[in-house]
Each structure stands twice: as structure tokens, then as C-alpha cells.
């Protein structure tokens, strides 16, 4: 697979992800270069280049999990419905065809059970925090009340 | 006087008389209604101990201080620019190009827009002062043509060209934008046009122009002699700016100094604001507050006001 | 059958539908909104319209002549206000501010861009209230008042957390906050609040703090840190409550004595005071810096604050020491002097210690307790151990309220260089008076509301992901209480291994206290051998 096709269809997997943006949106995402300035599209600028080029060679699942994670994370707390916030996987199928890519349908699929994966375990990460932060909020009664010993260190 | 005069004299007028009653209803207005609370916009460092080095700019505590803020402000739309100076050292982005040119092309707009108009002051006042024919040197400094160019009349066509095509390409700037926003630019635009045609192309006949426009000035309003086309449309596209100006939001030429986020000082630990209309609320006294909590006060053994 | 091609779905049903902004219409996804203020909180504040209702209603019994209630608030304000009438007429809509707030660039929703947000007020202000509104309507980008702009504004004005950011790109100082706070108290004319606000405003409005901790339980949570920490540093502290004839009154957020990491700011302030022999007290009934009443009105602010010069008043206090908190800061700033002052019972502030005379804020009489403890420091009047902070590899965030209403920067800063070994900054345009906000200020830092907090914060703690990758920076120190609150769900969502901690729990933990046993674990308890310095 040439480093062309590599670009091309990660140039392509970014615009149709972007798309899932509203069109102002996604202007600044792709646009603004400070990622300080602009983390979302500085996450996707980062992570999907990272994606498929492991899609297209080693299939490293510590590298995937770490790239994916950085899109997956942000889409499970923005306006988009479990299915369209992993949808954006799918979308490297047919990318891929149409790059004359073929045989990859399976990796896409793995990459998108992981995605679906990743997600999940954004959204029990949240309310496992909310549920410490309110307990962090009353707890110096909590102490006092003597319902718990020293808790763990720190803030968390 | 012929119809066609009549318009020319007349349109005018009333479009200045309502430029004037308008404006300035706007800026006593704004003038008028009070500001209660004192709060500036900090962007600098406070001034508090001797030894820290306090923003004299950023965070003004004095009056000379707030001159200088609203200065740089005005003059050189400083806020503006502080959306690249963040990113000059993130290396040539587009972003960074992109926000340097809202700024470089509000900065041009505003500024050939002021020339234009001192140089325009050759019309209406005999004999021309001094330094109009300096500001004319200085802008026709590239004596490129005949009719000498000046470089004020190409950049403002290219500022409000840019300000423009960035309202119609950028998604977002679209999306914010209002009819009115159109309007303001194509009145400027067309203002700029007419003006440009009419000097280097059509070549006006500047004497008649300036009998014209010293009439205007001097309430003796003549007829315009062989005048041509483009100087009515220049001439009524300028009315119908001015008229429009104190509907729209190009008030903010006056409005800006009257900011409260950037007119005054950060100076409000030192020097008590007066709100005009500050007014009794109902508060929790501590007498009432006593009263309610009067026993567990006492258990926990906190000193009493009444026993 | 065939399913359909991924990018069919996408262009179905992903890609969100493009639309006018002047449509009102807002959906009340669970985890984005706040809940609405209890009946009882509203009727205890004397506030109209108390009533049982939830955003997502589709009734939100509002009074039957709502619509002149709102039109006339707003004459009322455009009248009151300069910036609000000002800020109404002369945008232009530049864009500068589009990408300068933190829920725009975290939601990807454009009304969260500020210019937009401002505009749903200023279409209804242009539709009513100028000539060019009421003759061209929709073409002059007015708009009616109508249930849906309501319910849309409660969206909106409930996801702006007033940090002014925006305002500091404006180039006419459009102050996005000011408009927030005139909307939310045009919605608060028909009864449209959030609980989050109003049950701390109650609270605080009766007992004299947020929580609603009662006289004895304040004294009891002061006692409970008293004690904690001889504990931990071998000496007994001094904590007076209610106190008369004290030289000053100490001011302090009640989540200092309530919530952690807030509580070991708390222990760093009494150590500090009993190591330089204060005369102060706190008061039981001033027991709260904080004024949610910003987040609702005006009036609610003067109300609230009421107490802070009443109480220094009859504990006949020389001056007041204000502690770490943000909006506490923006009140005690810019509006306590003018709404409840002039404070001319008071003196101007001279530190018994150092003799240093406060002069900045010899008018509204009270000091931040950083502008205290710097002027401490820079007169070596502090002994400090800053290897006891080893552990701990520091950067600074800057609460919006302390930078940008009152430019408090280099204290902090100059304290937390002096108290521990390892500080970085974030990079520059998050920081000072471009730091961004922790997304839960105003009032938003409800638990219900937490998916739009991530998303608020998602550019504060982008930048901390920077320096911990870069620096190994593993504790984020700031002075607000809310930020003390919010930012540790923040930080473990988007970037796991920052712990948060105020500045003053920093000074705690590098004081050295006459008198005392040999510190074995800092004020988190922590054991102080076991640790290793993580610094890169």
C-alpha cells in the first residue's frame, strides 16, 4: 500500500467524519491550527492518521486503543446518539474499497467493536465520577460522621 | 432649479440631518442611561504590591492609563489582534493567517476609509488646509498614474473586498451574518466603487465637483454643472450611508468609546464606584439570624448579641 | 437486503441538519441541561412564579403575561445598564469571539459561539426596541418573543458560565457575561431558574452559607480541621468564630470546610495565621464568600452580599481577608464597594505583620488572602520548606473571575514559586487572561449537567494534558472553590493523574511551624517518605 493511498483515504476519512459536525463547526475544527485553540480537531488531525496507518500495517492494538480513544472520548459527551458517535469507524470501509484497499473489511470491523468498546467505557467512567464528585462535596461531614476512615490519597 | 438638481441638493441634506439627529440620539442615549457597576475587562497584571509589576495598559488604574487602553483600542484595534498574538509562534498556520487578516483587513478598511475622508475635506473648504495636501502627498506617494494613484483608494476596495468574500466562503462567518451586515459592506463597497470609477476612469470634472460640494457646505447649495453619472450614484450612495448609519450597527464608531468593559479603570478596591440607582433590597440581618439559630448558637458555645 | 453504505447513513442521519440560527427550537438532552429551581427556593427568596416544572416539559407554566413581564425587564435594564444597551447595538458580528469560548469549542454547537449567544437576545431587543427591528422584522435580524425563544434562552444563558473570555478578543469589549446576566434575570421575572443557583442562594440567604450549615455545624467542621490538624503538624491552632474586637474577619467559600481538595486549603490558611500570630476571626454567619446571586440577579447579589460589611460592622473588625475563590472575587471586586459600601467603618488595610499598607484596596477595604501571603513571603516573613511539595509537579490555572475582573496573576504565581520546587506553566494562550474556563462556573456545576461540563472544560484540560505530557506535571493548583469542585471529574474524565489543589494547601504543606512535631505525611495525608518526585 502506498503512503498515496494512506493519505488519500485518511484525507477522506477526515472530511466525512468532520461532516458529522455541523458545517460551521467543522470549518473551525479543520481549519484552526492551534490545537490550544482547537482540541477536538487537533484530537481527530492526530488520532486518524495514527488509525489507519495501523489499519494498513501492524494493527497495534495499544497504539489503535490510544488513537481511538482521543476521538471516542470527546464524541461520548458531544450531541451525537451511541451509533453515531462510533460511526465514524465505518466509514473507513468503504474509504478503503474505493482506494482499491481491498480485504480490510475485517480490520474495520475489529477497529469498530474496539470504538463501540472505548465508548462504553467513556460512559460508565461518567457516572462513576459523578458519583465520586458528589461525595467529594460533602466530605468533610462524611469524615465527621466518622461513616468512613481516612479515605485514598488525593482528589480522586 | 431642475428636478434632477433638486434631488442632488436636497437628498443630501436630509440625509445629513438625519445622520445628525440620529447619531446623536443614539450616542446620548448610550451617554444617558447610567453605568451601575464598574468592570473593566482586566487583561493585565492588578496594580496591588509595589514589588509586582502591574499592566499599565492591560489593566489601567489610572486615567491616563484608560486614554492609553482606549487608544491602542481605537486606533489600532488591539483586541482584535490579540487573536494572533498567541499563535505567531505556533508557526505559519492557516488559522493564524486567517485571524491576522481579520485584523489587518479591519485595521486597512478603517484607516483608508479616514484618509479617503480627509482627503475629501479638499472639497468643501477654500483654501484647502495644509495638511490635506500633506495626507494627498503621502497617500499618492507611488506616483504610478495620471491621475495620481493613491494607495488608500486600492486598499480600501481590497479590505472591504476581503471583509466580504470572508462573510459569503467562511461557513462561520455565514452563519453570523445578517442581511444589515450585507448591506453596511455593499453600501461601502459601492461607495468606494463609484469614487474609484469616477476618478480614474470617467475623470470627473473636479472643479464643478467642488463648487458643488462648497455650495453644500456653505448652505448656498448650487446646481451641479456636467457632473456625470457616477457622481450622483457616489453622491447617493453616501446619502444612504449616512442616513443608514444611526439604524445599523456601524454606530459602534461611537459606541466603542463608551465601553464599559474597556473604558474604565481597574481601579475598584481604591475608589468606590456610585451605582445612581442603587436601591434598599431585602437582606437576612444578623438579628434575624441570631433569632433563628438562638439555641444552637448557644450550644455551640459562640457568643450571643441578645441572651 | 442490502444495508445501506456507511456514508449513506451518515448523510441520512449523522450529519446534523443545517439551519437558520433565528430557529428557536432546542432539544433537553439528559446531561446537558440543569435542573429548575425547587418552588420552596423561590418562595423563600421571595422570587415570582414558584412552581413544579423541569425543562423538558413541553408546558413550562409561565405567567399568563409573561411576554410583557420580559419585554418590560428589558426596557427596564436597556434603561439601567449602559453595557447592556450598548452591547445590544454595536456588534458587528466579526466573529473574533466564533472560537474563543470554551463550550463552543468543546460542544461544536455554534450558538455557543458568544456572538450568537448575545444575539438571541439582541433579535428579540431589535424586534421591540428599534425602528429598523419593528419595519423589516426577520431582514433586520429580529426576532419574536415567542415560548420557543424562552425555553431556548434558558438553554443558552444556563450554558455560558460568564468567565468573559470572548470579551477579551472583542474589539468593542462586548462582555458576553453582562448579557448572560441580564438574560438569566429576564428569565427570572417568570420564574425560570435553576436549583443549582437558587438553593445556594436560599441557604446562603438564611443560614449565611450555601450548604446551609447551621451555626453549630460551622463551628463543628472548623473544630474537626483544628484537630485534624495537630494531627498532622503537631500543633494546636486557634480558630475564632464570632469573635468581637478581632483586627479582621476572615472570609472564606463554605466549600473550604465542606469539600475536599477545598478543606486542605482550609488547614494551610489556619497554619499560616496561627504561624504569624493573626488576630482574626471567621464569622458563622458571614460563613459564605461565595454569591450565587450572580448567577441569578443583581439584586441577588446586593442581598447576598449584605452580610460581608454588616458582620465587620458589628464585630467591629480593622479590615477583611477574603480566601480563595472566583466569582467571591469578581463580587468582592467589582460590585460589594458599590452596592453595599462605602465601608468607611473599616481602615485601610495595613498588614500587622509585614506593615505593608494595602492601598489598592483602601476603598472596598478587603485583600485577597494571595495579595496577603505574597506580601508575607516577599518579607521573609514565612519560614519554608518548599522539598515537602516535591512530590508534587505544579501547574497554575487561572480562575476566570481573579484574572479577568481583577488581574490577581503574579501573586499566586509568586507564592507557588516559593513554596514548591517544580511549577510549569500551561501554554500562553490558556493561561493569565486567556485561561479558559473549567466549564461548571456560574451555577452549571451540577451533577445532571455533566456532559456539557466535559465539554466546557475540554479545552482547560487539553492544556493540562499538555504539560503533563511534556513536564509530568501531576497537580493542577488554582483559588476558586468551584474550580477546586469541578475540575477533579474534569481532570479524570479528559486527563487521569492530575490531582487539583489550592494554592494555600501548597503554603500548608511547605510552612514550617514553630513548635512543631516532624511532618510524616503532607495535609492530604500522605506519607511524606513513601514519596517520589514524578518531576520530569
Redesign the interface.
Known amino acids: 500500500m502506498g503512503d498515496g493511498v494512506q493519505q488519500a483515504v485518511t484525507k477522506e476519512w477526515l472530511d ?1 467524519t468532520l ?11 479543520r ?10 480537531g ?1 484530537a481527530l488531525k492526530e488520532a486518524l492518521p495514527e488509525i489507519v496507518s495501523e489499519a494498513l500495517a501492524g494493527m497495534d492494538e495499544t497504539r489503535i486503543r490510544a488513537a481511538l480513544d482521543r476521538v471516542v ?2 464524541r461520548a ?3 451525537f446518539t451511541p451509533s ?1 458517535a462510533v ?1 465514524f469507524v ?2 473507513l ?2 474509504i478503503f474499497r474505493r482506494h482499491g484497499a481491498a480485504g480490510l473489511e475485517e480490520r474495520v470491523d475489529r477497529l469498530a467493536l474496539l470504538a463501540f468498546d472505548l465508548y462504553m467505557e ?1 460512559r460508565e ?2 457516572s462513576e ?2 458519583v ?3 461525595r ?6 462524611e ?2 460522621a466518622g461513616k468512613e476512615a ?1 479515605p485514598e ?4 | 432649479m431642475e428636478l434632477t438638481s433638486l434631488i442632488a441638493v436636497a437628498i443630501p441634506y436630509a440625509a445629513i440631518a438625519i445622520f445628525l439627529i440620529g447619531f446623536s440620539y443614539r450616542i446620548v442615549r448610550w451617554s444617558l442611561s447610567p453605568v451601575p457597576f464598574r468592570i473593566p475587562t482586566v487583561c493585565g497584571q492588578q496594580k496591588s504590591l509595589p514589588w509586582i509589576k502591574a499592566g499599565y495598559l492591560e489593566s489601567p488604574w489610572t486615567r491616563m492609563g484608560v486614554v492609553a487602553r482606549m487608544a491602542l483600542e481605537i486606533l489600532l484595534f488591539r483586541s482584535l489582534f490579540r487573536n494572533t498574538r498567541a499563535e505567531l509562534r505556533q508557526g505559519p498556520k492557516l488559522s493564524y493567517l486567517e485571524s491576522k487578516f481579520l485584523w489587518l483587513g479591519a485595521l486597512a478598511f478603517h484607516w483608508s476609509f479616514l484618509v479617503i475622508l480627509l482627503r475629501h475635506l479638499r472639497f468643501f473648504l477654500e483654501p484647502v488646509p495644509a495638511f490635506v495636501g500633506a495626507i494627498e502627498a503621502a497617500d499618492g506617494f507611488f506616483q504610478v498614474s495620471l491621475p495620481v494613484l493613491y494607495l488608500t483608494d486600492v486598499v480600501i476596495l481590497v479590505a472591504l473586498g476581503y471583509l466580504l468574500a470572508r462573510r459569503i466562503w467562511n461557513a462561520q462567518a455565514r452563519y453570523i451574518s445578517l442581511p444589515s451586515d450585507y448591506l453596511a459592506l455593499a453600501l461601502l463597497i459601492g461607495l468606494a466603487g463609484t469614487g474609484v470609477i469616477m476618478r480614474y476612469f470617467t475623470r470627473v470634472d473636479v472643479i464643478a465637483a467642488k463648487q458643488f460640494a462648497l455650495g453644500l457646505a456653505t448652505f448656498s447649495p448650487v446646481a451641479p454643472e456636467n457632473l456625470g453619472v457616477m457622481f450622483y450614484a457616489h453622491l447617493f450612495t453616501l446619502s444612504a450611508l449616512i442616513a443608514y448609519l444611526p439604524f445599523s450597527k456601524l454606530v459602534h464608531m461611537g459606541g466603542v468609546f463608551l465601553s464599559p468593559t474597556r473604558n474604565l479603570a481597574n481601579d475598584n478596591r481604591a475608589r468606590r464606584h456610585v451605582n445612581p440607582w442603587n436601591y434598599p433590597v431585602k437582606v437576612h440581618t444578623y438579628q434575624e439570624w441570631e433569632d433563628e439559630f438562638r439555641e444552637k448558637i448557644a450550644a455551640a458555645g459562640l457568643p450571643l448579641e441578645r441572651q | 437486503m442490502s444495508n445501506p453504505k456507511p456514508e449513506q447513513l451518515v448523510q441520512i442521519d449523522y450529519r446534523p441538519p443545517s439551519r437558520d440560527w433565528m430557529n428557536p427550537a432546542v432539544e433537553f438532552r439528559r446531561g446537558t441541561f440543569c435542573y429548575s429551581a425547587a418552588a420552596k427556593n423561590l418562595e423563600y427568596l421571595n422570587l415570582p412564579n414558584p412552581r413544579e416544572w423541569q425543562p423538558f416539559d413541553k408546558d413550562w407554566k409561565l405567567p399568563p403575561d409573561w411576554k410583557r413581564i420580559v419585554l418590560e425587564g428589558m426596557r427596564d435594564r436597556l434603561r439601567k445598564f449602559r453595557s447592556f444597551r450598548l452591547f445590544m447595538d454595536i456588534c458587528v458580528r466579526c466573529g473574533a469571539c466564533a472560537d474563543k469560548c470554551h463550550f463552543y469549542i468543546g460542544s461544536g454547537d455554534p450558538k455557543n459561539m458568544p456572538v450568537l449567544r448575545a444575539e438571541l437576545l439582541r433579535s428579540v431587543y431589535r424586534r421591540y426596541f428599534t425602528l429598523a427591528g419593528r419595519l423589516f422584522g426577520k431582514l433586520a435580524g429580529a426576532r419574536d418573543l415567542t415560548e420557543d425563544v424562552v425555553k431556548e434562552w434558558f438553554y443558552y444563558f444556563y450554558q455560558c458560565t460568564e468567565c468573559r473570555r470572548c470579551s477579551v478578543f472583542c474589539p468593542y469589549g462586548i462582555d458576553t457575561a453582562e448579557i448572560t446576566m441580564i438574560g438569566r434575570e429576564l428569565l427570572n421575572l417568570i420564574g425560570c431558574n435553576i436549583n443549582w443557583v437558587l438553593e445556594p442562594a436560599a441557604n446562603c440567604f438564611r443560614t449565611g452559607n450555601h450548604l446551609g450549615v447551621q451555626p453549630h455545624g460551622f463551628k463543628d467542621s472548623i473544630d474537626f480541621a483544628v484537630d485534624e490538624l495537630e494531627e498532622i503538624t503537631g500543633v494546636r491552632v486557634e480558630a475564632p468564630i464570632n469573635r468581637k474586637g478581632a483586627e479582621i474577619l476572615f472570609i472564606v467559600p463554605s466549600a473550604d470546610y465542606f469539600g475536599t481538595p477545598h478543606y486542605y486549603s482550609l488547614l494551610g490558611y489556619l497554619m499560616l495565621f496561627h504561624e504569624i500570630g493573626l488576630d482574626y476571626t471567621f464569622s458563622a454567619f458571614a460563613s459564605e464568600g461565595g454569591n450565587f446571586g450572580l448567577f441569578n440577579s443583581h439584586e441577588m447579589i446586593k442581598r447576598l452580599n449584605a452580610k460581608i460589611y454588616a458582620e465587620a460592622k458589628r464585630l467591629g473588625v480593622k479590615w477583611i481577608v477574603g480566601a480563595e475563590c472566583g466569582h467571591m472575587w469578581r463580587v468582592l471586586h467589582q460590585y460589594m464597594d458599590t452596592m453595599n459600601g462605602p465601608a468607611d467603618f473599616l481602615e485601610v488595610p495595613v498588614s500587622p505583620v509585614t506593615g505593608t499598607r494595602f492601598d489598592h484596596a483602601r476603598s472596598t477595604k478587603m485583600v485577597h488572602l494571595c495579595e496577603f501571603t505574597a506580601d508575607l513571603i516577599k518579607h521573609g516573613k514565612l519560614k519554608l520548606d518548599p522539598s515537602r511539595n516535591n512530590h508534587w509537579n505544579v501547574t497554575f490555572h487561572d480562575s476566570c473571575n481573579p484574572s479577568r475582573a481583577m488581574g490577581l496573576l503574579e501573586e499566586p504565581r509568586y507564592i507557588l514559586r516559593n513554596v514548591c520546587n517544580h511549577f510549569h506553566e500551561m501554554p500562553e494562550n490558556t493561561i493569565r487572561e486567556q485561561t479558559f474556563c473549567c466549564g461548571s462556573g456560574s451555577g452549571l456545576g451540577t451533577d445532571e449537567n455533566f456532559e456539557m461540563r466535559m465539554r466546557g472544560g475540554l479545552p482547560r484540560a487539553n492544556a493540562v494534558r499538555y504539560v503533563r505530557d511534556k513536564y509530568g506535571v501531576n497537580l493542577l493548583a488554582c483559588i476558586c472553590a468551584i474550580d477546586k469542585a469541578t475540575l477533579p471529574p474534569l481532570l479524570e474524565y479528559w486527563t487521569p493523574g492530575v490531582e487539583v489543589a489550592g494554592v494555600h494547601e501548597l503554603v500548608g504543606n511547605a510552612l514550617v511551624m514553630r513548635g512543631e512535631a516532624e511532618r510524616k505525611t503532607d495535609l492530604r495525608g500522605q506519607p511524606l517518605e513513601l514519596q517520589e518526585a514524578v518531576h520530569a
Not at chain 1, 461532516?19 to 475544527?29: E, I, K
Not at chain 1, 467529594?136 to 461531614?141: A, E, I, N, S
Open positions: 466525512l461532516a458529522s459536525w455541523p458545517a460551521q463547526t467543522a470549518r473551525m475544527l481549519e484552526v491550527g492551534d490545537p490550544f485553540r482547537n482540541p477536538v487537533a472520548r470527546i459527551v458531544q450531541d453515531q460511526s465505518f466509514l470501509k468503504d467513556c467512567q461518567l465520577i459523578r465520586r464528585e458528589a467529594r462535596r460533602m466530605w468533610v461531614m469524615r465527621m481516612k490519597y488525593g482528589t480522586h
